[in-house]
């Protein structure tokens, strides 16, 4: 049966702010460093459409607090207060913490939660809906990305410390966070593993999609 009570849920966009030389890094080999930010608000984008397709309420949080926001940024600014979505500040030392932070925060006035990264288009609405479905029956939802991390995480419960001693941006992402919830009693499902845009390659794959 399709959930009708959007406001049960909560969709947390996490976004680093769009500077030159700090984001996708990786892309800056074959796209250089202007082409590599432009990339960035490209996906950022993409998966702010995606999220807001779902019907769900979305909140959008930037990886730090900023003195003054980049001109770089102006679009995505733009297209959140055009929407009215809330924009806040990540906050913690490491990306578990910040992702534990956020989810913790947002299940004191919801009772589902999901964190989506800026550089996973292939995270579509349904799958977005099919995370929250999930999230009826266990405490936590993983998207499994192709690299051995994960494109998405929601809770319906979390407990401190879930989220601690992963090698972040390592291969293990997914298997050592399944099995830090599951040591803590946490009932943990895993979805269709889908893919985000690191390398080269996968910016080539975005673009075929968006060409199609």
């Given amino acids: 049966m399709p959930d009708t009570n959007c406001s049960s849920a909560v969709l947390m966009q996490f976004a680093k702010w769009p500077e030159e030389g700090r984001v996708k890094t990786r892309l800056m080999p074959a796209l250089g460093a202007g082409g590599a930010l432009r990339a960035h608000v490209t996906l950022t984008l993409a998966v702010l459409d995606n999220l807001c397709a779902t019907g769900y309420p979305v909140q959008f949080w930037w990886d730090r607090e900023l003195e003054r926001v980049p001109l770089e940024a102006d679009s995505i600014v733009h297209n959140l207060e055009c ?118 390659e996968d910016w080539a794959r975005f673009q075929r999609l968006i060409d199609a």
């Fill in 83 to 200: 929407a009215g979505l809330e924009q806040k500040i990540q906050q913690g030392g490491t990306l578990g913490d910040r992702m534990l932070a956020a989810l913790t925060s947002s299940l004191e006035q919801h009772s589902r939660a999901v964190v989506i990264g800026s550089d996973c288009p292939s995270v579509d609405p349904q799958y977005v809906r099919q995370a929250l479905d999930k999230l009826n029956e266990f405490d936590v939802v993983l998207g499994p990305s192709d690299d051995g991390g994960y494109v998405l995480i929601g809770a319906s419960r979390v407990v401190p410390g879930m989220l601690d001693d992963i090698d972040w941006g390592s291969e293990r992402v997914l298997a050592q966070t399944q099995a830090r919830l599951e040591q803590l009693g946490l009932r943990v499902s895993l979805l269709e593993p889908r893919w985000d845009v690191d390398e080269p």
